[in-house]
């Protein structure tokens, strides 16, 4: 199995232009996360989806924010504009969920962004 | 919202020693607590999890024991090698359909000494 795969690995862009970060999750997982990894906050949840539905996203941190999952397969969190706070490691992850319990939850390598 | 608080923030043993690492959570209503160990430039990986109609859970060098009177959780690594060491988080989140709501403590580094 790949695994949850994510891109750009690493991305550094200057302030005010558009990120978009991409992910794949495991083929056949049902639900997606993303995550953001910072020294000052930890890691944080940002959004979650079930079958390509947004279930929660009071973890979005504004308006500049925003994530879709147009199909089984394919998810994109995009920041637009960035700002220098944006700069953490994006985590994208999946899981099967099962009945009303969930299952292992499985995290990408993440994507470092450094905004300028 | 919950809230998790992990100690210590740093643990350093040597090999063959024991690592012990607490967490205490907020929610009553939480009732999944998974641990993940993360290396550096990787993404977490799951290591074991517990939940709340299971007062302790083993898998080889690696348990996990939770009392939900109390509200605290610990991750137990028995005869610790080198390739033990990493940031360890602990987690918790309600189950059902927010199980995947996770929040995380705010990490142990772990130094295992040969």
């Known amino acids: 199995d790949a695994g949850v795969i994510q891109s750009p690995r690493h991305e550094v862009t200057e302030m005010g232009q558009e990120v978009t970060l991409r992910c794949k999750p495991i083929s056949g997982h049902n639900s997606l996360f993303w995550y953001r990894q910072t020294m000052m906050r930890g890691l944080e949840l940002l959004i979650y989806?079930?079958?390509?539905?947004?279930?929660?996203d009071s973890g979005m941190p504004e308006d500049r924010f925003s994530a879709k999952m147009p199909n089984a397969s394919f998810s994109t969190l995009k920041i637009q504009p960035s700002e220098p706070r944006d700069s953490a490691v994006y985590f994208c992850?999946?899981?099967?969920?099962?009945?009303?319990?969930?299952?292992?939850?499985?995290f990408g390598e993440g994507s470092w962004l450094t905004v300028v | 919202g919950e809230n998790v608080e992990q100690h210590p923030s740093t643990l350093s043993v040597q090999e063959g020693d024991s690592a012990v690492i607490k967490c205490t959570y907020s929610d009553s209503a939480s009732n999944y607590f998974p641990w993940y160990k993360q290396e550096l430039g990787k993404g977490p990986q799951l290591i074991i999890d517990i939940r709340s109609n299971v007062g302790e859970k083993k898998d080889q060098r690696i348990a996990v024991t939770l009392n939900k009177t109390a509200k605290h959780f610990s991750l137990h690594i028995t005869e610790t090698q080198p390739e033990d060491s990493a940031v360890y988080f602990c987690a918790a989140s309600r189950g059902g359909t927010s199980y995947g709501k996770l929040t995380f403590g705010q990490g142990t580094i772990l130094t295992v000494h040969p």
């Open positions: 989806f079930n079958n390509n539905v947004p279930i929660d």
């Open positions: 992850a999946s899981s099967l969920q099962v009945g009303t319990d969930g299952n292992t939850i499985y």
